[in-house]
Nanobody, 125 residues
Framework: QVQLVESGGGLVQPGGSLRLSCAAS????????MAWFRQAPGKEEEFVAT????????YYADSVKGRFTISRDNAKNMVYLQMNNLKSEETAIYYC??????????????????WGQGTQVTVSS
């Protein structure tokens, strides 16, 4: 078992930035993919970004390309999501997830074995 704990959410104005962190209780090298998903009020869960084991391969939802950056620090068992130029419609609970293995680009929620509790991101003026 592994626990994932997200942090870094909060209130930010449109156009602002936030950096989310995900701390894992165990060695994340066992997971081929780590990802961020989000769920806005009244909407289905949405894939945001994924990063593979070495950190060299990443994949993003079209809606966040060029604004969000996912990264992982295997030595610290941490995963990050740097979010820039945030939009009001990106208000959501953001979840960290871990997958042992499936198929690239790992953008489907069912591929993930572990999930965190989420951190709230509110984009509002």
């Amino acid at each position: 078992q592994v626990q994932l704990v997200e942090s870094g959410g909060g209130l930010v104005q449109p156009g602002g930035s936030l950096r989310l962190s995900c701390a894992a209780s165990g060695d994340i090298l066992r997971f081929n993919a780590m990802a961020w998903f989000r769920q806005a009020p009244g909407k289905e869960e949405e894939f945001v970004a994924t990063v593979l084991r070495t950190g060299s391969s990443t994949y993003y939802a079209d809606s966040v390309k060029g604004r969000f950056t996912i990264s992982r620090d295997n030595a610290k068992n941490m995963v990050y999501l740097q979010m820039n130029n945030l939009k009001s419609e990106e208000t959501a609970i953001y979840y960290c997830a871990a997958a042992y293995g499936s198929s690239w680009p790992y953008s489907s929620a069912y591929e993930y074995n572990y999930w965190g509790q989420g951190t709230q991101v509110t984009v509002s003026s």
